[in-house]
């Protein structure tokens, strides 16, 4: 039932504990989101200082990969080539949550206004975490590596880290080896010549077995946290790739996975026109943490909320905010087309 009925001040009543609200307010863990916004730096400039507008696209350019030569001899007249350079154009998404709130409910009600407005305010953020940490994932999933085996083989050959499917364009960790997923991975990541620290976004299956090999190994005696070096390791609630029913994670060199928040320019400047149809603009640090700032807004206007008949009125005044949570996802260019720096790597089943 809608609009606060149920906490109409029509008996005696109370208000459960902060403690046992959280089951009912539960979301996942935004821990997609949250690394991607760790990485704002991504192009000079800033790429969201060039968006003026919301109508504007934003390019950017690098360099790409100068192809070695074949040359083993001196030349007098010696040419080559020239280089070349590509871009990127970035796509924002834009997740909003609006919410309203009668100002007579509120004085008809157990619940003081300025609870309801809390309250409504936080589930709107967490709203908003929940679903860009959806996006970001499936940013990942849709440009992770897409290159054909005949490609990836001859390049992870040396490593021998398991079966490249070209199909999933992902890596099978074979059952037999399900102890050192981690250090096929590795390997994997290494032939294709990213080296160094790399992060992870693994299932909860497969993070589970990370915890499980890093603390304990397969004897209970073998602490095999070695194998876990130099890897950040984040853990979604949600599925990575669902053919991989044994459990799956997405491997990238560390701080790779940029996230970009945008402002718009009138709510960075603020409006502040009072309590009226213009009302306000602004904006707003995420509450929770993740680094993300959101556009506000609010504009008050007289109504008639009286077809909530346990606590509107004929002459109510409505509050109707909205908040809005703009981020681009971006990773490093590539020039080869299907390449990506995001690499898929599945657990075969037994």
Known sequence: MPNYALSVLAKGQAVVTARNQ????????????ELALKNQEYSIPNA?????????PVEIYYQTKRAQGAA?????????????????????????????????????????????????????????????????????VANRMQLAAAVVNPQIASANPGTYNETNFALEIAAADKARFMQRAKTYMAA??????YDVVADLQTAAEFEFQMQQGQANNANMSF?????????TQDVVFPAYTAGSALFMPARSFAGM???????????????NEVGTMGTQLDPFGSGGVGD???YTKRADTSANTTG?????????????????YALPPLSVTGDSVVHLIGQAAA
């Open 22 to 33: 959280a089951p009912e307010l539960r979301r996942k863990l935004p821990t997609v989101m």
């Open 48 to 56: 969201p200082e060039l968006r003026k507008s919301d109508l504007r």
């Open 72 to 140: 083993t001899s001196k030349a007098a007249l010696h040419t080559g080539t020239h280089g070349d350079s590509g871009k990127v154009e970035l796509v924002y998404v834009t997740h909003v949550e609006p919410f309203s709130l009668p100002r007579k409910i509120a004085q008809n009600n157990i619940l003081t206004y300025q609870t309801m407005f809390n309250h409504l305010y936080e589930e709107a953020w967490r709203n908003l975490r929940n679903r860009h940490d959806t996006s970001a994932l499936a940013f990942l």
């Open 192 to 197: 294709r010549y990213f080296t160094g620290g």
């Open 227 to 235: 194998q876990f070096a130099g890897s950040n390791i984040g853990t």
């Open 261 to 275: 928040y945008w402002n718009d320019p009138l709510n960075k400047s603020g409006v502040n026109a009072g309590e």
């Open 296 to 298: 506000i807004s609010l």
């Open 312 to 328: 509107g009125n004929p002459q109510d005044i409505v509050d109707q905010w909205e908040v809005s949570l703009i981020v681009a």
